[in-house]
């Protein structure tokens, strides 16, 4: 048969979407499997990188159908976010336009690949409907204390005085106008996930085996969990600020065996000490332009540069020792840790060591190094010029010490964690409107849920300046829920994280309950949590910390009695050419729709899932890719030495030839592979299934047999339909009547060989080789090696003939 692709792809494609093959089913009595790619942001155009990770959960959703799973397979779109408003300004578009555009666009090159998705599933997070529960589950987080409003820094363009997100500052400037961004001060929205850190860390265990470790890791790290001690320096003399007494800085260690070692403490350049003293003028202003200097860096670029700081001219008084301790502000102490302020021990912790090294500040050893003298010794060990806890061991120091502190009403013993609250508040149009209003008798109060949504205003004018929404007068006029007073909407949109932390349940939600529930709790308890889930290793942080803190507080809210949202995850390898990441700045992009419409969807799916396993970067190779062209035109031309069935073909293996057995073999050895790949243990090694295919497809190729060509047939379009789906239907419809797309068994005697290879070996050396029948006895496998192994038997005396069944025989001769 002459392989045409287009027309191929084409036919199956609309016999897909007409029968609605992929749309899961109401049965819930049937085992089911939830398989999920994270979503794609609709930029314009799909890249390799959706083509790789739709191909894997593609492959592993048809395999589980076949195995008589209902399959949950959606797809959807993360359509919020800057890029939109971006493209306004650069086209002059709307962002509402751009982005259902592109959906469009997307959706369609997507399904030109057969990817399965359920068609009624799909969602976009800038539909209406979908914010209008988004707004509500935020309601329902506000009045459970789950959120709050307070005072942060943003990055500020003063130029175009509005407000940019980090992807918008680049080297320190906007984007834009190319002006020095500085830290501006305004009120923010945070999300309370600090109250879930223990959970969240905890959890992690249950994750064990099912997730990569180096998520986990990634995961823990970032929670970050400590215990140790919080207590306060005072200042050498009070500050009066705004009639406000400052007396003391409060401080968090884990290390308090190091107390003793303190010679400075450092404050972040936003401590409120540090905005008191520029406030009231008590700082040089060489000094205040420094520090001013420091808060117009991002928190991530501080994070790059080299540590540097000033001296405040202030000393607090060391709780233990009495002495003075110079006060600091350093640009590596962050306002999000802690209370802002840090104890420094030089001699025992490398940052701390480095900064004292470069302002000439004492290194005070308190932990004796155990013959090693160099500084800094950051291990435990024995304390020494510490006062009465000199001798004990650094474990029972810090006990003693925290106890000492404690019960003299000096400090606590407290757990911090890295982990900050989430904030979600963004001075941007293209996003979900946070559904609070400010009334000037009743203060902020949400939304009635009865007149959600809250939708965006079309009548905007987005030009970079500012928050359009802010200055939209008659969107932003309103009536107080409360008190029936006018008053104003918030014009802060949500962070379109807050959009990804929950899709994965609503997909859960069938169309006909979408309108009254943001979740169906039948429904939701039959489909979670997601037994795959697939995406890229850059979400393992952020993307999958949100999403496990949502599920979390879905579940107390009682939307869903989920503790953890997927239950696999695998992180997939990124597309590269020559070494490096595709992208347009470096000229390596390869578009998907050229491939398709040159060599075909199919050809593209079995290059993607052949190249290279799942998890491992994946190098782009044009050979490779016509290799697996070639392939799949012989699959098509070879398919005529078959005879058409409608089920497989009784084959008598003993009137069989060698080459027609082992033809067989290799067809069922590439149907237990199947059976054994497609399971998270395995990592899903795609290329090792397509390998046995090739082997099986050549094997085929040696023998004439019409009946062995139907049965291999038959069982390699089975396997490889998750794969190359187009084909293998046109080819099974044409053969098989498509009754070979359900469960096969495996033939166990096609697996077994008719004779085996056994080592002949004397005193243990390898001296020949013995082809027998399997059930030959014994006695005629010993009398056949001697003879093969003669004349290394010449003036010997066998002391023992030792036969390893199936392996080898042994001679043990003098």
């Known amino acids: 048969m002459e392989y045409n692709a287009k027309a191929i792809e084409t036919k199956w494609q609309s016999f897909w979407e007409e029968n609605n093959a992929y749309e899961p089913k109401e049965d819930k009595n049937l085992p089911k499997k939830y398989i999920l790619s994270m979503f794609p942001y609709p930029s314009g155009n799909i ?7 739709y191909c894997i959960s593609d492959a592993i959703a048809r395999r589980f159908r076949k195995k008589g799973f209902n399959v949950l397979h959606p797809i959807g779109w993360d359509a919020f976010g800057m890029p939109a408003e971006n493209a306004a300004i650069k086209h002059k578009t709307h962002p509402k336009d751009w982005t259902y555009s592109n959906i469009d666009n997307m959706r369609k090159q997507l399904y030109s690949l057969g990817f399965s998705f359920s068609k009624t599933r799909e969602l976009a997070t800038c539909d209406t409907l979908y914010s209008k529960w988004e707004q509500s589950l935020f309601i329902d987080m506000w009045e459970r204390g789950l959120i709050y409003r307070k005072k942060g820094f943003l990055n500020w363009c003063p130029n175009d005085k509005t407000v940019l997100a980090n992807e918008q500052v680049i080297e320190g400037r906007c984007w834009r106008c190319d002006t020095q961004v500085v830290q501006k001060e305004m009120y923010q929205y945070f999300i309370k996930i600090t109250d879930y850190a223990q959970s969240l860390l905890e959890d992690l265990s249950l994750l064990e085996g099912k997730w990569p470790n180096a998520v986990l890791t990634m995961q823990k790290n970032w929670i970050g969990r400590s215990e140790g001690l919080s207590f306060k320096f005072l200042l050498e003399r009070p500050l009066e600020v705004k009639g406000e007494t400052l007396e003391a800085v409060e401080v968090f260690t884990t290390r308090p065996d190091t107390i003793f070692g303190v010679s400075y403490c450092a404050l972040a350049p936003e401590h409120p000490l540090v905005m008191a003293l520029i406030q009231q003028g008590l700082l040089k202003e060489e000094i205040q332009k420094q520090i001013q200097r420091m808060q117009n860096v991002s928190i991530k670029e501080r994070s790059l540069q080299k540590k540097e700081g000033f001296a405040l ?34 001699a025992h912790d490398e940052r701390d060591f480095d900064f004292a090294k470069k302002y000439h500040l004492p290194l005070k050893e308190v932990i004796a190094s155990e013959g090693n003298r160099q500084l800094p010794y950051c291990e435990a060990g024995k304390l020494i010029n510490s006062q009465e806890y000199d001798g004990l061991d650094s474990k029972t120091a810090k006990q003693k010490i925290i106890d000492y502190f404690q019960r003299e009403n000096l400090g606590l013993a407290v757990v911090n964690y890295k982990l900050r609250d989430w904030g979600v508040s963004r001075q941007r149009y293209w996003g979900t409107p946070i559904p609070l209003i400010h009334c000037k008798n009743c203060g902020i109060v949400p939304e009635n849920k009865e007149k959600l949504p809250v939708k965006l205003p079309e009548d905007v004018v987005i030009n970079g300046e500012g928050n359009p929404l802010e200055k939209h007068i008659l969107w932003r006029k309103c009536i107080c829920p409360k008190c029936g ?17 929950w899709y994965f349940l609503r997909y859960t939600t069938p169309p006909k309950k979408r309108e009254e529930t943001i979740l169906s709790l039948e429904d939701e308890k039959y489909w979670m949590g997601v037994d795959e889930y697939i995406g890229g290793i850059e979400h393992a942080i952020l993307h999958l910390l949100y999403s496990r803190f949502f599920t979390k507080v879905l579940r107390d809210l009682g939307y869903t009695q989920q503790s953890e949202p997927f239950l696999h995850l695998l992180t997939q390898g990124m597309v590269i050419k020559e070494g490096a990441k595709m992208s347009k700045s470096k000229g390596n992009v390869v578009n998907p729709e050229e491939i398709i419409q040159e060599y075909g969807a199919d050809t593209a799916r079995l290059f993607i899932l052949f190249a290279a396993p799942p998890t491992k970067e994946l190098e782009w190779n044009d050979s490779a890719l016509e290799g697996a062209f070639k392939f799949i035109k012989r699959l098509c031309a070879r398919i005529e030495k078959a005879q058409k069935v409608n089920a497989l073909p009784i084959i008598d293996s003993n009137a069989l ?8 073999k290799k067809v069922y050895e590439a149907l237990k592979k199947s059976n054994e790949i497609f399971s998270y243990e395995s ?3 795609f290329n090792t299934l397509i390998a046995a295919c090739m082997e099986a497809l050549n094997a085929l190729s040696e023998q004439d047999n019409p009946q062995i060509w139907s049965e291999g047939y038959f069982v390699l379009l089975n396997v490889l339909e998750p794969i190359i789906p187009h084909i293998c239907w046109e080819l099974s419809q044409q053969y098989f009547h498509l009754e070979n797309f359900k469960e096969l068994s495996i033939d166990e005697k096609a697996l077994q060989d008719d004779v085996i290879i056994m080592a002949i070996t004397i005193n243990g050396k390898r001296r020949a080789e013995l082809e027998v029948a399997l059930d030959t006895p014994k006695e005629v496998i010993i009398d056949k090696a001697k003879v093969l192994v003669a004349k290394w038997l010449v003036d010997k005396k066998i002391l023992k003939e030792i036969v390893v069944p199936n392996k080898l025989v042994n001679l043990v001769v003098v």
Not at 318 to 341: D, R, T
Not at 657 to 664: D, L, M, N, Q, S
Request: cysteine-free; charged content about 20%.
């Open 683 to 685: 990592g899903y090694a």
């Open 485 to 501: 007073v006018e008053a104003q909407r918030e014009s802060d949109t949500l962070d379109t994280f807050v959009e990804s932390s």
């Open 47 to 53: 890249h390799m990188g959706h083509v790789r990770n």
């Open 657 to 664: 030839t060698k080459v027609e057995k082992f033809a067989r």
């Open 313 to 346: 001219g202030i000393n607090v008084i060391h709780p233990l020792s009495k002495e003075k301790i110079p006060l600091w502000v350093a640009n590596f102490v962050l306002m999000g840790y802690g209370s802002g302020a840090v104890m420094g021990v030089p």
